[in-house]
């Protein structure tokens, strides 16, 4: 059975209490495709890396897609996706979705292949180095994606850059809303 549309401003007013850090993500659709509202501020320091792309469209506000794009120079550059603008990203790119207060966007996710592993990672802000990874397969990001951030919160010894010695942040620093 097909389901009913979804009404976004009036499912804003009645569950923006489900939008909550550290990720402020809430999945409506789970089907053939995922579908996830996902509110701001959000508080997050780790790369999401995926097998499929990513689709975002910013409904309210703007966002900053922080990205690791191995065919630039230099590699980590920032992606402003303003309100009403949409992005599509490709697969296996490190990304840092930053969200910002009272913002509001939508982000479409293929279903993950059977084999697919999803991976975390935290850069050093110091020196750039890989801090941390943690790699699973992903079958509820409403809960995974938070579980392994607040673990890598909690551990001090998984936030030390093993290069410099930098304790890597828990939030984002010096990111500007665009």
Request: with cysteine; aromatic share 8%.
């Amino acid at each position: 059975m097909l389901a009913s549309p979804l009404n976004l401003p009036k499912w804003l007013e009645e569950n923006s209490h489900l939008l909550k850090p550290p990720i402020n993500n809430y999945c409506v659709y789970n089907k053939d495709v995922t579908v996830m509202i996902v509110g701001g501020p959000n508080a997050r320091t780790d790369y999401h890396i995926n097998t499929t792309a990513e689709w975002f469209y910013q409904y309210r506000g703007s966002m900053l897609l922080k990205v690791v794009d191995k065919d630039a120079t230099p590699p980590h550059r920032d992606i402003p996706i303003r309100e009403g603008e949409m992005f599509l990203l490709p697969p296996n790119t490190p990304h840092n979705p930053v969200r910002f207060a009272d913002t509001v966007g939508i982000v479409l996710e293929q279903p993950r292949p059977a084999d697919s592993v999803d991976t975390l990672r935290w850069y050093c802000q110091n020196c750039g180095e890989v801090v941390n990874e943690e790699s699973f397969h992903c079958t509820d990001l409403g809960t995974q994606i938070k579980e392994a951030v607040n673990v890598f919160k909690a551990n001090e010894e998984k936030r030390k850059c093993r290069n410099c010695g930098e304790l890597c942040d828990m939030e984002p620093r010096g990111v500007v809303q665009p």
